[in-house]
Each structure stands twice: as C-alpha cells, then as structure tokens.
C-alpha cells in the first residue's frame, strides 16, 4: 500500500478476500450493532499487509476482531489527548 497525492491505493491480494472479509464483518456486526464496519476496513487497508495476513482476515474470531477495534480506539482517544495538549 502507498499514498498517491493523499489517496490510498491499498490492493487486495485476492479479489475474494474482501467479500469474504464484509460478509464476516457483517455477521459480527448483527452481534454487535454499534461496530462500525467501513471504519474496520478502512483501518485494515491502512496496514502494509502481505498476501498471507490478507488472507486470513476474513477468518478472524470474534476475538481478534474485538481487540483490533479496541486497538484503533486507543489510538484515536491518544490521538485526541496529544491535540489537547498542544
């Protein structure tokens, strides 16, 4: 993945993997209604991830799923503390 004049031009390794990846984050989101899903994605697309770790994306437990999300809160609420700061 790279940054092209601000844009992000992120590449599936695979085209099934993110239908794939939507369809389990759709189940989880059934369960857990307030989980945003574009933001999740949108937060995997920033990683520079191979082909093998795309992959098993779509596989994620509820587990790995819950402590990603809880990792992009914890990153955005120390984000908003350092602009307090300034």
Request: charged letters at 40%; zero cysteines; hydrophobic letters at 35%.
């Amino acid at each position: 993945m790279s940054y092209i004049n601000g844009q992000n031009t992120f590449k599936w390794a695979e085209d099934w993997i993110e239908k794939n990846l939507r369809r389990r984050l759709f189940l989880y989101k059934r369960k857990y209604p307030l989980f945003n899903l574009e933001r999740f994605i949108e937060q995997l697309t920033r990683y520079e991830a191979d082909s093998k770790t795309q992959r098993w994306w779509p596989y994620m437990k509820d587990e790995d799923i819950a402590k990603m999300n809880k990792l992009r809160r914890k990153v955005a609420s120390y984000r908003r503390s350092a602009k307090r700061e300034d």
